[in-house]
């Protein structure tokens, strides 16, 4: 195979790199394997070493492939989890409350055949300027930050960082250090705040330095983050963040009546 250079293409090791990653998600090598070596992908594609290095610099960046100090260099070895960040129940009539994030998280990794395990902290922290506008609070008014650190098989898969009202909070299991028992969502409701409509804001930024090391994620590799507002009759009752590796999460909702929206998966498409 040859990628010579033609009048206005790309540099060769960016069509080199845009080969290699077609070959990838065809599937022609499995995560956990090594990709071939520097010589071979130089006879295979004609190009000069330094070529393949900067082809495979790319796609490090990307996420898809690890180098391994002494051993080579290997397809990132995890799978892609859809998580429904909202699912209806179905026939659900207004005022319906809103299922807890925490049984959805246990049925997918279920599904997948995953161990899921957490870590839990509570802290009283200053509300940043987002967090207060959307909880409506004065500047810088404290706020119950109750944060759960997901895995799946070990590996870093969520943060998760839920913030409420200190008013709120008090005297409800929300200011215990220990995850509740049905998740927040019945401590919540237990206190009178029953949240039955959400906000959800939706982008990808790049992680921060501590983000990348927690989660492991190669350098180019953005986050997903969900910013939710939790809302019951009397107003907004939490502003939820949770952040995922772009490279290892599909972010799914299922809105309105389809029948398939009570079991973990994706929608099949329609023929």
């Given at each position: ?33 090594p990709l071939p070596v520097e010589g071979e992908l130089e006879s295979q594609y ?125 005297a409800t299991a929300l200011m215990d250090p220990d995850p509740v028992p049905g ?89």
């Open positions: 195979m040859n990628i010579s250079r033609g009048a206005g293409q790309a540099p060769k090791y960016q069509r080199l790199a845009a080969d290699l990653r077609r070959r990838i998600m065809d599937g022609e090598w499995q995560g956990g394997v004609g190009v000069a070493r330094n070529t393949v290095r900067l082809a495979v610099d790319v796609l490090v960046n990307e996420g898809l492939l690890v180098r391994i100090q002494g051993k080579g260099t290997y397809l990132k070895d995890h799978s892609v989890v859809d998580h429904h960040v909202y699912r209806a129940p179905n026939g659900a009539a207004p005022g319906t409350p809103l299922g807890a994030a925490t049984s959805v998280y246990v049925e997918e990794a279920q599904a997948a055949g995953r161990k899921l395990t957490s870590d839990f902290q509570m802290l009283i922290v200053r509300a940043t300027t987002d967090i207060t506008e959307r909880l409506r609070l004065a500047p810088g008014e404290a706020v119950v930050l109750r944060r759960v650190l997901r895995y799946l098989d070990g590996e870093p898969w969520s943060v998760e960082e839920s913030h409420y009202p200190v008013r709120l909070a008090a998740g927040d969502e019945a401590a919540l409701a237990e206190a009178g705040h029953v949240e039955t409509a959400c906000v959800d804001e939706l982008c990808a930024r790049m992680p921060n330095p501590e983000e990348a090391r927690w989660f492991q994620a190669g350098p180019g590799v953005p986050l997903l983050v969900q910013l939710r507002t939790g809302v019951a009759q009397a107003g907004p009752v939490r502003v939820t963040e949770t952040r995922y590796c772009a490279d290892r999460n599909r972010l799914v909702y299922s809105l309105g009546g389809l029948e398939s929206t009570a079991s973990v998966g994706r929608v099949p498409a329609q023929r």
